[in-house]
């Protein structure tokens, strides 16, 4: 599968974690950065990511930054990204199954690493169901008109 990852300065503390568990994983990543402590904004995060995610390259996207809230936020202002912000696994895994999200974004000041490869895990294991959800998707593609 293939990754797309970004974060803020404060979610880099966790990034070279996720990108070695993914590739662990078997999968091909690309960092959109930032690749420093040094201060940046999230939204140009989020942008990159999700841009790369609606140009087909990349299957999915993960976004890191202190909370998740921020990063997940600017994504989900991009038509076409449904990204979910999470803090346990079970969430995860059925943002997958029947929100169809396409971003996962994580905490790096809320989830310590080794939770952070379990939502990881579960979320890229699980897929959408389709179905009765398919229209609620739709529905939400209609609020994006
Ligand atoms: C940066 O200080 C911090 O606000 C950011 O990483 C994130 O937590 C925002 O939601």
């Not at 503390?13 to 690749?35: H, N, W």
């Not at 059925?94 to 000041?109: D, F, V, Y």
């Amino acid at each position: 599968m293939k990754i797309a990852i970004g974060s803020d300065h404060v979610g880099y503390e966790l990034k070279p974690a996720m990108i070695e568990y993914l590739q662990d994983l078997g999968c091909s990543v690309k960092d959109f950065g930032t690749r420093s402590n040094a201060r940046v904004d999230y939204p140009d995060y989020s942008k990159k990511v999700s841009e790369a995610v609606l140009s087909g390259e990349f299957e999915r996207g993960i976004l890191i930054c202190g909370t998740g809230v921020g990063i997940s936020i600017a994504a989900n202002k991009i038509k076409g990204i449904r990204a979910v912000v999470c803090s346990e696994p079970y969430s995860a895994k059925l943002s997958k199954e029947h929100n169809n999200t396409n971003i996962l974004a994580l905490g790096s000041r809320v989830v310590g690493k080794e939770l952070a490869k379990m939502i990881v895990n579960e979320w890229l294991g699980a897929e959408f169901e389709g179905g009765r959800h398919s229209k609620r998707i739709e529905k939400i593609a209609k609020l994006e008109e």
